[in-house]
């Protein structure tokens, strides 16, 4: 491109070393002397959120899980331009995601960011992603490269991965989105591969991401995970994120001057830092828009399809009527009991970097009641589940005369709140976190901020008040200290584990009386991330359990709403286990004990425990599915839309069936991936263990006759291979159904899965109606690595193609001979004559 080499060629030493840093938590650093702008990157995979402290709100999404759940190539690809389209509501060029890891362990808290345990489908999706991302010009950066498939010591932790196992199953996804999705940016993950920091990675980033791949865009590090000036600069890493620089900056100027870090590797990144501005449009409008909220009737309407197309049906049995208990029809029920914790309040999207404030959130319940207006509605929490304690009502907090509702809040530019507040708003939440020095929200590293409102509780009797803090913090009810957060501070798993545990403290309180709460919390500096997250409890129901017994047993049916929420599945930690919090179980057994018409809903981003599924004549999987959720439950639950969500994921029995358990969390922050290539149903298929759930599943209200798999019997090594097959909707109802193309070798010259993922399509049928669905294999759909030569390939052989409806649902299969070409097996120049991967 001769303007970015016209412009690289009048840059000086100086510039040319600003520009490979941020200049604070989401901007890269222009040069105003040549008009080089400065572009701004926004988190995330679900929603465009901004940089936090505009206000401005977003569209927000399905997260990864449920949007994979849909295992629909369209639409992703619409749910990308839009969220391009919202990442140019906050005027920003880089969108960060999508988060395409692998779901290692069911117990990985960032699963529910992740698309799915199988490569092929996490990398097909992740392309088409990338693609309606940059049609709007905005660059898509997929993250985090690579292996970052845990929480637990992230920052640190060594995935100690062989060769194989890291291309055909953690680099494949990263592989597609960068040759078929053709991503302008790749974020470089926290964690060290095989004992290097993913930043300074230069075989994966120099060699496999740029060299064999072609990658032509910038490798951005995560949040902090620059580390070292001359190891990153030399090991691939273009931009180092947030500025202001720590490792760059004088110290790689130093490291340029004395010959360290080549000049032509400067040279190199700038390059590619230019072409982002060319691609994204914005050196030539470098102007920055303001952040704003971008609510529009289309977007609304493309949430609320995801999170349809993201529902799965896990069970639909018949009841003693004889059919089966979905869809519900409103004009056969006079009652309804709506039971649950997340009943009232959904959970729309998980903890960590991929939150954003929603334009607007659809609750189940108050969806249920809009929906079902003739039938008489019961409402029951039935339990808690709260890991900490839940927000503040803002409509209990009077901002003591300032207008709205919430916490008045002010800001000061020192330690001690003196002088006058830099800033003074009303806030509505219980949740805030700036990033530290970073954020245009706060001016200084050093700052004190007090928070003070009138509380007025609606309940007699003890309340529980909870604090917990990056940074220092303490709350004082009435003019006494009740919390000291600030004194002294246990570690604890908030804020990305940089925060501290929560600290409770009781009061008893009078129902209607005006409490006065003040909470000072204080920030010294140099931490990345300062936050500050308080809660309330009211007393507690004597038997919560009881109560939503007898609203089940009263009502014509019963909808249980169950799940986690942003505390329990974050980034920053992993879950414990798979069982759900609080005293879940026992609610859905006694529930669907008390009333056999009860559908549960599962609103979590992850497997959770599930052996009441035999107890449950109906279950729907809604992942945490954005902020249109509780109209797109109605649209599943009331038959308006028929479920079509296949499991990405399997959903195993316990914990200890599961691949990883034996290697995870490793020692001394070394983490085996021992189960090497056998992740996810690879594991279950070829050790012969039953999942509760597998790979790929997922009912329908209609049901599906699928024909005869018709493919030529024999091939040439290296050739595509196309396969065809007829679907019946067999039912009654219009519907699709997700056809999974799994391939086996039948004597392999290497250990292989049972079955992989190679290929699938959705296909939408009227009742009655028959398509043909064709399914492409690419050479690489029969490929392994192979470690002696370093490239992919294929052997000659017999093969089994199986189609199914999930991953142990196969409805027709055959079996193809790839014969040799000249003698020998074909290898398939891993990167640079495959063009595709899949
Ligand atoms: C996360 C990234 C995110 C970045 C910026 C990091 O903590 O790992 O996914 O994009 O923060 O918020």
């Known amino acids: 491109m001769e303007r970015v080499e016209a412009l690289l060629g009048q840059l000086t030493l100086e510039e040319k070393v600003s520009m490979v840093s941020g200049s604070d938590a989401w901007h890269s650093t222009g040069v105003e002397r040549l008009g080089i702008p400065a572009f701004k990157l926004t988190d995330g995979p679900n929603a465009a959120r901004g940089d936090g402290s505009s206000g401005a709100r977003a569209a927000c999404f399905p997260v990864g899980v449920a949007l994979a759940a849909s295992w629909n190539v369209a639409l992703l690809e619409s749910v990308g331009a839009a969220l391009g389209d919202e990442a140019k509501s906050k005027g920003a060029q880089v969108l960060l995601g999508p988060t395409i890891n692998i779901q290692r362990t069911p117990i990985g808290g960032r699963n529910f960011e992740c698309y799915s345990e199988d490569p092929h489908l996490s990398g097909t999706l992740a392309a088409a992603f990338v693609r309606g991302v940059q049609s709007q010009g905005v660059a898509a950066c997929p993250k985090h490269f690579v292996c970052n498939d845990t929480e637990h010591q992230r920052h640190s932790v060594s995935a100690n991965v062989d060769e194989r196992t890291l291309r055909e199953i953690y680099l494949k996804p990263f592989e597609m989105a960068v040759k078929q999705g053709d991503a302008w940016s790749v974020m470089s993950a926290y964690n060290r591969i095989n004992g290097v920091f993913a930043s300074s990675h230069d075989a994966l980033l120099n060699e496999t991401l740029k060299a064999q791949w072609g990658f032509s865009g910038i490798v951005v590090s995560d949040w902090g995970a620059a580390l070292h000036t001359v190891e990153n600069a030399n090991g691939g890493l273009d931009l180092e994120m947030p500025g202001p620089p720590r490792t760059r900056g004088a110290k790689l100027l130093e490291a340029v001057r004395d010959a360290r870090v080549p000049e032509t590797v400067l040279d190199d990144k700038v390059r590619r830092l230019l072409t982002l501005l060319v691609r994204t449009g914005r050196l030539d409008s470098p102007a920055e828009t303001p952040e704003r909220s971008d609510d529009t009737p289309e977007k609304r309407a493309l949430a609320r399809r995801a999170a349809i197309e993201g529902t799965v049906l896990l069970k639909n049995e018949a009841t003693a009527l004889g059919q089966p208990l979905l869809p519900l029809d409103p004009a056969k029920l006079n009652s309804l009991a709506v039971i649950g914790p997340n009943a009232e309040i959904g959970r729309i999207q998980g903890g960590g970097s991929s939150s954003a404030p929603p334009h607007h959130v659809v609750h189940p319940l108050a969806a249920i009641a809009a929906r079902a207006k003739d039938v008489e509605l019961i409402h029951e929490p039935g339990c808690l589940t709260h890991r900490y304690l839940p927000a503040f009502d803002p409509r209990q907090l009077d901002p003591l005369g300032r207008a709205g509702e919430g916490f008045a809040i002010d800001y000061f530019s020192n330690l001690d709140f003196s002088g006058t507040p830099f800033r003074e708003r009303v806030e509505r939440r219980s949740k805030l976190a700036w990033f530290g020095a970073f954020a245009s929200d706060v001016r200084d590293p050093k700052f004190s901020a007090r928070l003070s409102a009138s509380f007025t509780p609606d309940t007699d009797g003890v309340h529980q008040f909870g604090l917990m803090s990056a940074g220092k913090s303490r709350l004082l009810l009435d003019g006494e200290e009740l919390i000291d957060n600030w004194s002294s501070q246990t570690r604890g798993e908030s804020f990305y584990s940089a925060g501290s545990t929560e600290v409770r403290a009781e009061a008893s309180l009078e129902a209607g009386k005006g409490y006065r709460l003040v909470v000072e919390f204080q920030r010294e500096g140099n931490q990345l991330i300062a936050g500050l997250q308080l809660g309330v409890l009211p007393p507690a129901a004597e038997d919560p359990i009881g109560d939503a017994v007898r609203a089940a047993e009263t009502a014509d049916a019963a909808i249980l709403i169950v799940g986690t929420n942003a505390d329990w599945e974050s980034e920053g930690h992993d879950r414990a286990g798979l069982a759900l919090p609080g005293d879940q179980a026992e609610l859905i057994d006694r529930v669907c004990g008390a009333n056999p018409r009860t559908v549960i809903v599962v609103n979590a981003g992850s497997p959770v425990e599930t052996a009441w599924l035999d107890r449950a004549s109906a279950a729907l999987q809604v992942w945490f599915p954005g902020q249109e959720f509780g109209d797109a439950l109605c649209d599943v639950l009331f038959g308006d839309a028929n ?196």
């Open 643 to 838: 479920p079509s969500g296949k499991l990405p994921l399997t959903v195993p029995v316990q914990l200890e069936d599961t691949p990883a358990f034996e290697h995870y969390p490793g020692k001394n922050q070394e983490l085996p991936y021992g189960e090497g290539i056998f992740v996810g149903y690879r594991w279950y298929d070829t050790r012969g263990i039953e999942p509760r759930l597998p790979f790929g599943h997922g009912l329908s209200y209609t049901t599906f006759a699928y024909g005869e798999l018709s493919v030529e019997r024999a091939h040439r090594v290296g050739e595509s291979v196309s396969a065809a097959l007829d679907v019946t909707n067999s039912g009654d109802r219009a519907g699709a159904e997700v056809v999974q193309l799994y391939v086996r070798e039948l004597s392999p010259s290497v250990p292989r899965p049972e079955k992989e993922l190679a290929a699938f399509a959705k296909v939408w049928l009227e009742p009655g109606e028959t398509r043909r669905v064709e399914l492409e294999l690419p050479p690489r759909g029969f490929a392994f690595w192979d470690v002696v030569d370093h490239d992919w390939r294929v052997d000659p052989g017999e093969f089994e193609l199986l189609a199914g409806s999930s991953s142990r649902d196969i409805r027709a299969r055959q079996r193809i001979e790839l014969q040799t070409e000249l003698g020998g097996s074909r290898e398939l120049g891993g990167s640079r004559e495959l063009g595709g991967s899949s």
